[in-house]
């Protein structure tokens, strides 16, 4: 193992654009969450046996079960203060996080008084990390695309309502089965997200082709997230570039959940070398034996990234987060001076 590279990538400025809140409660806080609302609750081998999935099923049963812990405000706190503490610790300087709004209201049977509350929890690990951790951070709200339209609408528009009073809450999202839904029934409702200030992400070309892809940049995404189909289709290729649009990829992610074979046949090589903004994340870091530092130090051994090249994306990241121009430069210029 090489020491020097890690630390090189430790000490590296780095911002994290894709991640999900839920899917960063390692099997020792779900222990602890459980102890809080189970009489009998789940041992820490019981934990991590959930997480030892090896196919998509058994990937979305895990997450699941995970989220089942994510009752009151106070759980929401704890898994966004563990997840903090790691992203600080691996020289992340900034995130921005999806949270599944769109799955909080449908499991609380839309009782839209549940919601602030949970924020309010979120709110308190975020300012404390600002504080404590030197880590900055913006909320994404996420819906699931294949849960209807009205669904997003009220994830959407719950953004636009709290935005001018909580400005963390950044810009929306849409997860959720691609096979099942694509983008063009949410164009309204992104132009209305967009009227509201807010910024646009999107799923996309993670489980289907570029066609997706296409349809996610025509309703005005922003970021997309994984595009592993675009490097079949060279006009789609030729268009991100000239576009600068930034691509959120999920090598480990795609690999653990089965839509691409190995991280060595990861497009990520080929994405970099055309000169996409291209980003490196981690998703899911708590179900696919991750993190973002491991992200790049696997980019390194598995795609011989030298280090002027993982400088390239740590300094991508920052370009491609949703900061204002100043913070950027400030952290654009610490990372040109790492040695
Ligand atoms: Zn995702």
Redesign the pocket.
Known sequence: MDDDIQAFIRRLPKAEL?L?LE?TIMPATLVELSQRHDTAPITLAEAEALYQFNDFTGFIEAFKAVTRQLIGPDDYELAAWRMMQRLAAQGVVHAEV?ISVGVIYMWRNHDITVFEPIFAGLERARTRAERELNLSLYWIFDAVRHFTIPEAERVFRKAAEMRPKFPSIIGIGL?GDERRCGSEPFRALYAEARAAGLRLTN?AG?TTGPEAIWEALDIGSERL??VLSAVVDPKLMEELKTRNIAIEL?PS?NVRTGVCTSFAKHPLRQYFDAGLLVTLNS??PAFFGSDLANEYLLAHEEHNFTRDELRQLAANSIRASFLPDSIKGAYLAQIDSLK
């Open positions: 894709h999900h899917g999806y997860g799923h993670e997230g994984h999920n992610s998703d899911d």
